[in-house]
T-cell receptor, first 114, second 115 residues
């Protein structure tokens, strides 16, 4: 019974490069949520996706950030032209039904921008 | 105003003792859910316990219980018989509104269990 999978666990990028973070939800879960945790802070909601649809991206920065959850394969959070302020832990969570059930989190991806 | 407030940045507890981690919340919606997550030093977020706003009884899960005081808008986590492995960051979170999915987190409390 695999939980939420995220890879890579750690990612180092230089300023201006692209970062791609992957998330495979728990088996049977079709709802994916991305959160960002800055140092010494709680998690902050970024985006909610279902298969092939972005439902709510109200927490996403307007520029450089995008997310997708294709019909096949993992959900991807993409950060273009990374800056030092993007350094954070990015968590993916999944649930079977939104608004009813608990969200289960993956182990997170720690992004470090040099 | 902060939606979730955790006033204790750090707490110490002796092994085998009980400890209470505070959480207060702010919402005008009658339907909401409250969650506690544990984040050990390895970094993953582990779900501990859930309390719905309409639940009549306080939630319990093993050594974890939630002291839900609706009128005071507090949802404190009680850990009984602390173990060294309980040392971690603990986050309180709220899902606000029926059908909502966004979790709003507090800033966390760092619990250290002393042998």
């Amino acid at each position: 019974n695999a939980g939420v999978m995220q890879n890579p666990r750690h990612l180092v990028r230089r300023r201006g490069q692209e970062a791609r973070l992957r998330c495979s939800p728990m088996k049977g879960h079709s709802h994916v949520y991305w959160y960002r945790q800055l140092p010494e802070e709680g998690l902050k909601f970024m985006v909610y996706l279902q298969k092939e649809n972005i439902i709510d991206e109200s927490g996403m920065p307007k520029e450089r950030f995008s997310a997708e959850f294709p019909k096949e394969g993992p959900s991807i959070l993409r950060i273009q032209q990374v800056v030092r302020g993007d350094s954070a832990a990015y968590f993916c969570a999944s649930s079977q039904n939104p608004g009813i059930e608990t969200q289960y989190f993956g182990p997170g991806t720690r992004l470090l921008v040099l | 105003a902060q939606k979730i407030t955790q006033t204790q940045p750090g707490m110490f507890v002796q092994e085998k003792e009980a400890v209470t981690l505070d959480c207060t919340y702010d919402t005008s919606d009658p339907s909401y859910g409250l969650f506690w997550y544990k984040q050990p030093s390895s970094g993953e977020m582990i779900f501990l316990i859930y309390q719905g706003s309409y639940d009549q009884q306080n939630a319990t899960e093993g050594r974890y219980s939630l002291n839900f005081q609706k009128a005071r808008k507090s949802a404190n986590l009680v850990i009984s018989a602390s173990q060294l492995g309980d040392s971690a960051m603990y986050f309180c979170a709220m899902r606000e509104g029926a059908g909502s999915y966004q979790l709003t987190f507090g800033k966390g409390t760092k619990l250290s269990v002393i042998p």
